[in-house]
Structures are given as C-alpha cells and as structure tokens.
C-alpha cells in the first residue's frame, strides 16, 4: 500500500465500553509501533512488534490496553472498560526492519478515540 | 532517562523570514535524533534525521538542523518561512543500543504560526 492506514479515523464510545483500532502498516514493513498522542502534547509510545510478537509493551498504561498482530502485518490494539482518560489520538507507524535504529518510522494517520 | 525539551511551546514569525526551533535533549549514549512535522488533521511527516554522520543535516522543505553535542542541541531552522509552513514541530529523539526497541521519545512539541 502508499502508507500506513488506521480504521476507524474517529470512534466514539461510552465509558466501560470495549474498542478495537485497527493498523494497516506498509506492506513488507517488519516492525509496528503503537503510539498515543493526548490533546496537546506529543506522542507517547505504547507497544512495539517485531513481527507477531510483542517486543515492548512497556508504553502499555494498565491491563485495559492489549495489542495483537497474529500474523505480522495488521494490528489491533484493544482497550477494555474504556475510561475518559483513554480519549486521545491513537497512532500507528511501521519501519521496513526490526531492529534498526537508524530505520525511518512511518505514520498513520490515527484513530481519534472518544471516551463520553 | 533519556529525554527531549522543546523549549518553546509556540513561535511565531513573518513570511519570509528566519524559522528557529529549539531543541535540546538528554542522553547518556549516542542518540538518533528526528524532526517530525504534523500538519492539521494530518499524519506526523519526517523531515529529516540525524544519525551520527554528518551534523549538519538537510531534511524536506528547505529545513534543516545542527546536531550540537557540546550543548545536546538540536535545533531546526529555515532560511524563509512559508505560510505552508505553519504546524506542530516535534523534536525527537532515540537511544540505542539500551533500548531495542528503537520507540521515539517524542518532545512536547512547537506551534508554528507564520504571519502575512
């Protein structure tokens, strides 16, 4: 594909309510990355993937919040019981090689959650 | 801890006119380190990287930046700003071989207006 694509753009939701957030990361793309960017402020990091594994979740805030990507290229990441506090952007961003540092990282263009 | 200090929240300029946005930050060990850009309801956009080649570092759009080690600087410029210039700027940062994860550290983040 172009670029990394995210579904749904927007997402409202009722608090204690379960939500999925999709990614699509650049075709061939080994490592995702999941990000949070709160109103003002600059993105935090939630989980890394490299490839279906979960290398890092430390970014992860509590047990709520749950990543998968079964078969290495789409992602899901699952809030739980979701609470205001979760309302924020939610990025996505794959680079070509786990484990390079010097790869460039690619963004989506998020999923902006709403929590009411 | 590694870290990433934008130094001012907004700047303001005329078209036309220099651009500087401050950037400092915090590592022990040899950091790659990133501007990104984000438009209004748009993905973050790289505009260049440094990673530990040459210091000077020309990125997209006529910016570039000066990796400083002496003073843990990076601060982007522009020649002459234009008004498709106003966005959020975000310094990054990111520090290997400590962390494998290769996740960005994302700064606060700078407002750019561009006046008329």
């Known amino acids: 594909g172009a670029g990394v694509s995210q579904t749904p753009s927007n997402k409202v939701t009722e608090k204690g309510k379960y939500v999925e957030l999709r990614c699509d990361p650049i075709s061939g793309h080994t490592a995702l990355y999941w990000y949070r960017q709160s109103l003002g402020q600059g993105p935090e990091f939630l989980i890394y993937?490299?490839?279906?594994?979960?290398?890092?979740d430390s970014g992860l805030p509590n047990d709520r919040f749950f990543a998968v990507r079964p078969e290495g290229s789409v992602s899901t990441l699952k809030i739980q019981r979701t609470e205001r506090g979760d309302s924020a952007v939610y990025l996505c961003a794959s680079s070509p090689r786990a484990g390079q540092g010097t790869d460039t990282q690619y963004f989506g263009p998020g999923t902006r959650l709403t929590v009411l | 801890a590694q870290s990433v200090t934008q130094l001012d929240s907004h700047v303001s300029v005329s078209e036309g006119t220099p651009v500087l946005l401050r950037c400092n930050y915090s590592s022990s060990y040899s950091p790659s380190l990133f501007w990104y850009v984000q438009h209004p309801n748009k993905g973050l956009q790289l505009l260049l990287k440094y990673t530990s080649a040459a210091t000077l570092v020309k990125g997209i759009n006529g910016f570039e930046a000066e990796f400083k080690k002496s003073e843990t600087s990076f601060h982007l410029t522009k020649p002459s700003a234009h008004m498709s210039d106003a966005a959020e700027y975000f310094c990054?940062?990111?520090?290997?071989?400590?962390?494998?994860?290769?996740?960005?550290?994302f700064g606060s983040g700078t407002r750019l207006l561009v006046r008329p």
């Open positions: 993937f490299q490839g279906t594994g979960a290398a890092d």
């Open positions: 990054v940062v990111r520090i290997f071989p400590m962390d494998s994860s290769y996740k960005l550290i």
